[in-house]
């Protein structure tokens, strides 16, 4: 992690993240259980200036980088995945802004007031029920109108602002992001989130009924590329990267408890605690391993991808591939290690097993990933 002298407002902030990490850890349970919005969490990371890590420097912000964001979500994922998903999300919509410019200067302005005064949740609306783009945008003289269902939309309750990805009803459509904002007329939440693992991410959907976007609030509106610019597979890495270390942070946290739970069980038929054992001692440290590799292959592919290595970018889905089995075998064998105990609900063990196995909401499909490895394998 930077290395915290008091000279660097990133350093500074993640100076604070022990104390966020600690009251995540607090609530998490509550939250799991009753699927409920983390209020107090994302707003003790924005208080602790985590919220606002990788705004640009040319817009007054620390401008962290992506070696600084894994570590940052790692850490966030060990105390609440719900929360770190949330933060993740709009930390990626700000690093993008810092690196591409996207959004029209007088909304990021807006977004940026709104940051400072206090949470300001982002997040890019992609998903739909149907699998394809309905999403429709309707010019109607002044700007658009914008209707359709977005599903899996994380952070749903509480979003500042919706990057909707929408098509045009022209005679030749047209898509883009649709920048909306979060109290928008014509914008209805539909509360259909009850996954196993993520629980507090609230990934509701989300209807759009002739929403008003004005004319300067579209990103990127054209017809779709044949192929991904190199400025887009700079952001798919940072967000494939991004989202491997909430999986990582939530296989540490489980690995952690794991640790305390050998060190203090003592079984009726041995006299001493079951971390002397050497099956699972050897259990723990095949999982130690595991999760070494994974976090050296994470931040090593991090440096270079923030240094906009396009060789690097290329290898990030594969990475987050390895990276969530990686996790996810970890957390297994942790359950298998602990039994019964392992999957009570008085214990977080088995909310670890089911955050990780949620997160892949969130990841590319696993033949997608190995479809794309194959191509580039076979040239």
């Not at 739909?128 to 394809?132: D, F, H, I, S, V």
């Not at 991410?201 to 009924?209: C, I, R």
């Not at 957390?331 to 290690?337: K, N, W, Y």
């Not at 949620?358 to 990841?363: A, I, S, Y």
């Given at each position: 992690m930077t ?7 990133v ?8 104390r966020?990490?600690?009251?995540l850890?607090a609530?998490a349970e509550?939250h799991?259980r009753?699927a409920?919005f983390?209020?107090?969490?994302i707003e ?9 890590l990788?705004i640009?420097?040319r817009y ?6 992506l ?10 994922g060990?105390?609440?995945a ?6 993740a999300f709009?930390?990626l ?5 810092a690196?591409n ?13 709104e940051?400072r005064r206090g949470?300001?949740?982002v997040?890019t609306?992609?998903a ?5 783009l ?5 010019w109607?003289g ?6 359709g ?5 994380a952070?749903?309750?509480a979003?500042?602002w ?10 030749i459509?047209?898509a ?6 979060g109290?928008s007329p014509?914008?209805?939440?539909d509360?259909?989130?009850?996954q196993?693992?993520?629980?507090a ?9 002739d929403?008003?976007?004005?004319a300067?609030?579209?990103i990127?509106?054209?017809r ?6 190199p400025?887009e597979?700079?952001?798919?890495a ?13 296989a ?6 794991l640790?305390?739970f050998l ?6 038929n041995l006299t001493e ?12 440290a ?5 999760l070494?590799?994974?976090e ?5 592919l991090?440096a270079?991808?923030?240094r ?17 089995r990686?996790?996810?075998?970890a ?8 039994g019964?105990p392992?999957l009570?609900r ?9 955050d990780v196995l ?6 590319a499909p696993?033949?997608l990933?190995?479809?794309a490895v194959a191509d580039?394998a076979?040239?």
């Open positions: 290395v915290t002298d008091g000279t660097s407002p350093a500074d902030a993640l100076a604070r993240l022990p966020v990490v600690d009251l850890a609530r509550e799991d009753d409920t983390p209020y107090q969490g003790a990371v924005h208080e602790a200036g985590l919220l606002t990788t640009g420097q007054g912000g620390p401008s962290a980088g070696p600084d964001l894994v570590r940052l979500l790692g850490q966030l060990r105390g609440d719900s929360v770190a998903v949330l933060t709009t930390l919509q700000h690093a993008e802004q690196r410019g996207g959004w029209p200067a007088a909304v990021y302005r807006r977004l940026l007031t940051s949470p300001a949740l997040n609306l992609r739909e029920p149907g699998g394809r309905a999403t429709v945008a309707r109607d002044t700007g658009w109108r914008l209707s269902r977005k599903t899996f939309c952070g749903a309750e979003l500042a919706l990057a909707v990805w929408a098509r045009t009803d022209e005679t459509p047209r883009g992001l649709f920048l909306v904002r109290d014509g914008i209805e939440l509360p259909v989130w009850d196993l693992g993520l629980r991410s609230a990934g509701h959907d989300v209807l759009l009924t929403v008003a976007v004005p300067d609030a579209v990127g509106l054209g779709p590329a044949a192929e991904e610019s400025a597979r700079l952001d798919r940072w967000r494939e990267l991004a989202l491997s270390a909430v999986h990582l942070g939530v540490r946290a489980a690995q952690e408890w640790v305390r060190g203090q069980r003592t079984p009726a605690p079951l971390a002397t054992v050497p099956r699972y001692r050897s259990a723990v095949e999982i130690e391993v595991s070494i590799g994974a050296e292959l994470l931040h090593g991090a270079r991808v923030d906009g290595d396009q060789a690097a970018a290329g290898r990030s889905g594969a990475a987050q591939l390895l990276i969530n990686t996790a996810t075998a957390v297994q064998q942790a359950v298998t290690l602990t019964n392992g009570s008085r214990h977080p063990l088995e909310r670890y097993l089911r949620g997160g892949r909401t969130h990841l696993e033949d990933v190995l479809d580039a076979l040239g």
